[in-house]
């Protein structure tokens, strides 16, 4: 498929199903889109899409690519590369774009985050705004994603870099953790675990987190991430809470070796949900749109294994139930996003790669 492609050429009707009372569509928006990893939706309805192999692209309405310049160098290796992006709250008044990234090199490497404004031609006045400390040698465990919280301040977050899990319990260390910033890279003075340690950590207790997102009305913060073998977990954030790993998992260690006798341990606070076996859970979205009534409010997780995207029904702020969707799609789902225009969004995890809307089956506009 072109990467310059009209829509009119590259929408793919799917399938129709029934979901919940709810009969959706998928098309393609664009394709050929190489290990893509996060979307962002701009207000014109065109969109940002991260390529884990550092590039930024711009996608058009109908489907036209433009790679962007300004971005910054990046680390390819393993699990690194070009990872989140998001736009900053008053993205209408600044043009502020915030991209997540490996930074480094093999020896020496950390997620990082980036932030710039956002050209015709790419990102103008970059600069890096955030690098977890300490460094690590592997390049595995980023974490890396990104979230805005009501206040403005700015949620990372990062994995235990896999060879340093007990990190990951360590306040002084920002790996394993969820960080928060000010919009401009600077530490709010509230960060609930200063006095602890590194002075912008906001949780701890973390394996492996690529899920985030805010829910807007009421600040709810939730948090998907990857267990080892087993023990995926879904969790509400609370300041300063620890969660867990590697002292308590529902997983064991990829050698069938136990990592820990407890799934559960005073002061540790107990995820939402559990998957054994693992989904690998990538992307997590909260529907907030008008199109598919039944799914507002509920949470979206893609899963990378069982390549679909499970929809965990909120009721009063709990997990009620989950139902499996976009299974005919038959694709690694890597990210999962609510968009302003009120259709959800999936990006597939391959090197052709889509960027995917859902649409109510019986809504044929833009």
């Known amino acids: 498929m072109s990467r310059t492609l009209p829509l009119c050429l590259a929408a793919l009707l799917l399938v129709t199903a029934a979901a919940r009372g709810e009969p959706y569509r998928l098309e393609t928006v664009a394709g050929d889109l190489h290990h893509p990893w996060s979307v962002a939706q701009l207000p014109d309805r065109s969109f940002l899409v991260t390529e884990r192999r550092g590039q930024l692209l711009h996608i058009g309405r109908e489907g036209g690519q433009q790679p962007l310049s300004g971005v910054p160098d990046t680390y390819v290796a393993g699990q690194g590369g070009f990872f989140d992006v998001i736009l900053h709250p008053r993205f209408a008044d600044n043009r502020l774009v915030y991209l997540s990234y490996a930074a480094g090199g093999p ?3 950390a997620t ?5 404004r956002l050209t015709a031609a790419g990102l103008a006045d970059g600069e890096e705004i955030l690098r977890v400390q300490p460094l690590k040698a592997t390049p595995q465990h980023y974490g890396g994603r990104l979230a805005f919280l009501p206040d403005g ?13 007990e990190a990951a319990q360590d306040p002084a260390s920002e790996l394993g953790k969820v960080l928060r910033i000010r919009d401009d890279g600077t530490v709010p003075a509230d960060n609930p675990l200063a006095e602890a340690g590194a002075r912008r950590v906001w949780t701890l207790g973390h394996r492996n987190p ?5 829910d807007e009305a009421n600040g709810t913060v939730w948090l998907h991430e990857h ?3 087993g023990g995926d977990e879904v969790n509400r954030l609370l ?9 308590v998992t529902h997983g064991i260690d990829y050698s069938g070796a136990r990592v820990s006798p407890y799934k559960a341990w005073p002061g540790m606070v107990d995820p939402e949900r559990v998957w054994v076996p693992s989904i690998a859970p990538s992307g997590l979205a909260l529907y907030r749109g008008d199109r598919f009534p039944a799914w507002r409010g509920d949470l ?3 899963a990378l294994v069982d390549r679909e995207v499970r929809r965990l029904d909120l009721e009063d ?3 009620v139930g989950e139902q499996r969707l976009f299974g005919e799609l038959e694709e690694r789902i890597r990210d999962v996003r609510s968009a302003p225009d009120g259709f959800l969004y999936l990006l597939t995890d391959s090197e052709a790669g889509l960027l995917v809307r859902v649409r109510p089956a019986e809504d044929t506009g833009r």
Do not use: K
């Open 300 to 302: 979206f997780v893609g």
């Open 112 to 116: 990082a985050v980036f932030r710039g």
């Open 210 to 214: 690529q899920g985030l997102v805010v």
């Open 227 to 229: 267990g080892p073998r």
């Open 153 to 165: 301040t700015l949620l990372l977050t990062t994995g235990e870099g896999f060879d340093y899990r």
């Open 239 to 247: 300041p300063g809470a620890n969660y867990g790993w590697p002292a």
């Open 107 to 109: 020896g020496a490497n």
């Open 317 to 319: 702020g709990a997990i």
